[in-house]
């Protein structure tokens, strides 16, 4: 399996980015939102979008940027990138005890250290 994500393609589902990231890090979930992410608050559920929209039907106008997803890739950087190069807005969830919860006292960390962590506490 690739160590790398590839979001290079106008068509592509925002399921199947997420199917992606999930089978590579099976520990942590994206969701992508209508609206930016307000420091320190939960992102509303009600404003997460439909999977089955592909990123031309929601992104910025003009040409697409890919971005590539890989391990050493910080969280915060990850939801910057999107947003800067894409107009998306998105947020990197962690499963903790079978709950998902929104990032954002580790946004710092990498994914690598993000799913390692969760790993380490399941083993707890």
Do not use: C
């Not at 420091?39 to 890919?66: C, H, N, Q, T, W």
């Not at 590539?68 to 910080?74: A, F, R």
């Not at 799913?115 to 083993?123: A, F, I, P, R, Y």
């Amino acid at each position: 399996m690739s160590s790398t994500i590839e979001i290079n393609d106008d068509f592509m589902t925002l399921e199947s980015i997420k199917n992606q990231f999930n089978k590579k890090y099976p520990h942590l979930k994206i969701e992508f939102f209508e609206t930016k992410y307000t420091k320190g608050e939960a992102s509303p559920k009600e404003l997460v979008y439909d999977g089955a929209f592909r990123i031309k039907d929601i992104r910025k106008e003009g040409a697409m940027v890919p971005i590539s997803i890989h391990e050493n890739l910080k969280t915060s950087t990850l939801e910057k990138l999107f947003e800067e190069e894409l107009g998306l807005h998105i947020q990197v969830y962690k499963k903790s005890n079978n709950t998902w919860v929104q990032i954002m006292a580790t946004d710092n960390w990498t994914l690598s250290q993000q799913e390692t962590d969760m790993l380490n506490q399941k083993d707890e």
